[in-house]
């Protein structure tokens, strides 16, 4: 999970009192049996289009790419009807990860919004050996989305995070390796070894899959800072492409 930086809609603004009255006509013509299910009004192109982008397409929980993407209501529509066309309310996930959520209500049982202002994933989880734990022992905000996020693990992402850790392990012994027997005025091969720490640190950046992920093995890896020095020794850390990449993993690192 990683902070998400949310932008105004202001088309959802002008339309969010029609959309929720007209969600709220349907849920009583569902009471009345009339029709089986409420109006999905939250499913318009001017909605779906700029959430999914705020998250570069990912799921908002787990950041999965995997799947169809869902727009999920953080505080739950079936408690919150008045809500279901307010944009702050509204995130992207993943099928697995909203039917997780379900009606839990975040009122009562708080979570991590990271979309919300203020509110960084980091501050509240730590990632380590494909299990998520909470940064305070006392913080229900951060047990509830553990939780949420242990349940993907049970159920699919513990085996994706494992062969994750073991393609990380292999590029960074990689690297050692290609990186002592290296020459000083090779220069070729100096710049085929940064374009593979390059890549290495395309796995972290905010736009691919699991990044906070990715970030927290790469940068936790018991190898990392000695490899680093080397690199720098050796000539081969471009500190123009680097440094940047490596500051944008430590921000969404939950280390
Ligand atoms: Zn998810």
Redesign the pocket.
């Known amino acids: 999970m990683i902070r998400l930086t949310r932008r105004a809609n202001l088309k959802l603004e002008q339309s969010k009192q029609t959309l929720t009255e007209s969600y709220q006509e349907s849920l009583e013509k569902q009471k009345r049996g009339e029709i089986k299910k409420a109006s999905r009004v939250w499913d318009k192109p001017y909605i779906k289009g700029p959430l999914f982008e705020m998250s570069h397409r990912k799921?908002a929980?787990?950041e999965?790419k995997e799947g169809r993407l869902e727009v999920e209501h953080f505080l739950c529509r079936s408690k919150h009807p008045e809500l279901v066309a307010e944009w702050a309310n509204l995130l992207p996930?993943?099928h697995?990860?909203n039917a997780i959520k379900g009606e839990t209500d975040c009122c009562k049982q708080p979570m991590v919004d990271p979309s919300r202002t203020g509110m960084d994933p980091k501050d509240y989880l730590i990632y380590r050996n494909t299990l998520f734990y909470k940064r305070s022992i006392d913080d229900e905000v951060a047990e509830n989305t553990r939780k949420l996020l242990m349940k993907?693990c049970t159920d699919e992402l513990s085996g994706v995070f494992t062969d994750m850790r073991s393609r990380i392990d292999d590029a960074i012994d990689g690297i050692c390796d290609k990186t002592k027997s290296i020459a000083d005025d090779d220069d070729l091969s100096k710049n085929s070894l940064a374009g593979i720490v390059i890549e290495l640190f395309r796995l972290a950046q905010r736009e691919h899959a699991y990044s906070a992920v990715y970030a927290s093995m790469i940068l936790g890896h018991p190898s990392y800072s000695q490899l680093k020095q080397r690199l720098i020794d050796k000539g081969v850390w471009n500190g123009a492409t680097m440094d940047p990449m490596e500051n944008d993993a430590k921000a969404i690192a939950l280390l």
Request: net charge positive.
């Open positions: 799921c929980y787990c999965s996930a993943c697995k990860c993907r």
